[in-house]
T-cell receptor, first 113, second 112 residues
Framework: TQLLEQSPQFLSIQEGENLTVYCNSS?????LQWYRQEPGEGPVLLVT?????EVKKLKRLTFQFGDARKDSSLHITAAQPGDTGLYLC????FGAGSYQLTFGKGTKLSVIP | NAGVTQTPKFQVLKTGQSMTLQCAQD?????MYWYRQDPGMGLRLIYY???????DKGEVPNGYNVSRLNKREFSLRLESAAPSQTSVYFC???????????FGPGTRLTVT
């Protein structure tokens, strides 16, 4: 069974602070995806990282894929209240004709104005 | 484009009742998925369908059945609901090169 350990589980910070969320596994994935989920809604894809060592930026969000393609991190610079939500990482593996995603349990982020 | 739609949005069942959750996507994706999301447990895969005409079990399939009606629609059926099936259910579809998934808004199910 593949597992993705996500940390921290909860994070409450002041507006303007920086933060990093970690996603670790002992398994290798073909890609690592990050989603954000707001209360009462489904997860929405933020980014996909595919190559070991890859770094992608989305405005104030920086995503990194580990060299061995087993772990990833999400760094938010100068957090805003609009960043509040549940952040989920998901590792993709291909089998039986389709990709399946293994999700971490999520990091619930609260940014206080 | 509506993306992925799910019905109903909310449902309350008594133990032993049955119901079907409906899901449809308009993105011409081949693969579709059903998840449940519980506090502290994350998203867990119930069943998936790699393409029209195929279905496979995920991590937590017991107590559920699925039907891939056509390329657009994938339904999830609870034959005899149990309180342990109280959860939020999400349908997703995928058709992109890296398997990114697009989720519906969810169905909040309570079994009493």
């Amino acid at each position: 069974t593949q597992l993705l350990e996500q940390s921290p589980q909860f994070l409450s910070i002041q507006e303007g602070e920086n933060l990093t969320v970690y996603c670790n596994s002992s398994s290798v994935f073909s890609s690592l995806q990050w989603y954000r989920q707001e209360p009462g809604e489904g997860p929405v894809l933020l980014v996909t990282v595919v190559t070991g060592g890859e770094v992608k930026k989305l405005k104030r969000l920086t995503f990194q894929f580990g060299d061995a393609r087993k772990d990833s991190s999400l760094h938010i610079t100068a957090a805003q209240p609009g960043d509040t939500g549940l952040y989920l990482c998901a590792g993709a593996t291909f089998g039986a004709g389709s990709y399946q995603l293994t999700f971490g349990k999520g990091t619930k982020l609260s940014v206080i104005p | 484009n509506a993306g992925v739609t799910q019905t109903p949005k909310f449902q309350v069942l008594k133990t032993g009742q049955s119901m079907t959750l409906q899901c449809a996507q308009d993105m011409n994706h081949n693969s579709m998925y059903w998840y449940r999301q519980d506090p502290g447990m994350g998203l867990r895969l119930i069943y998936y369908s790699a393409s029209e005409g195929t279905t496979d079990k995920g991590e937590v399939p017991n107590g559920y059945n699925v039907s891939r009606l056509n390329k657009r629609e994938f339904s999830l059926r609870l034959e005899s609901a149990a309180p342990s099936q109280t959860s939020v259910y999400f349908c997703a579809s995928s058709g992109t090169p890296q398997g990114e998934q697009y989720f519906g808004p969810g169905t909040r199910l309570t079994v009493t």
